[in-house]
């Protein structure tokens, strides 16, 4: 069988074309905030709960000192070099 491609079937697939971008796109507005949403909040909890287990517990009224490393000693800038001018003539 031979089929023959006629004006109104072209504009039949036109139109299915559209209603179907038009439906897919509702259900993307529709969905994507609420998909969003719950990834957002399981971030947050995901995060808070990584803070959490890096705190230390301690009891209230406990007195904790921290000192950095790197200002105990030497200072870290670096090494003294020692240089001697040469005059040129």
Not at 30 to 40: D, S, T
């Given at each position: 069988?031979v089929?023959?491609?006629?004006?109104?079937g072209?504009?039949r697939?036109?139109f299915w074309?559209?209603?179907?971008s038009?439906?897919?796109?509702?259900?993307?507005?529709l969905a994507?905030?609420?998909?969003v949403?719950?990834?957002?909040?399981?971030m947050?909890?995901?995060?808070r709960?990584?803070q959490e287990?890096?705190r230390?517990?301690?009891r209230?009224?406990?007195?904790?000192i921290?000192?950095n490393?790197?200002?105990?000693?030497?200072?870290?800038k670096?090494d003294?070099?020692d240089f001697?001018e040469i005059k040129?003539?």
């Amino acid at each position: 069988m031979v089929y023959e491609a006629s004006l109104a079937g072209v504009f039949r697939i036109i139109f299915w074309i559209l209603v179907g971008s038009f439906i897919i796109r509702l259900i993307v507005r529709l969905a994507l905030p609420h998909v969003v949403r719950g990834a957002q909040e399981r971030m947050q909890e995901e995060m808070r709960k990584r803070q959490e287990a890096q705190r230390p517990k301690r009891r209230e009224g406990d007195v904790t000192i921290e000192m950095n490393d790197r200002n105990s000693g030497k200072s870290q800038k670096g090494d003294y070099v020692d240089f001697v001018e040469i005059k040129e003539d």
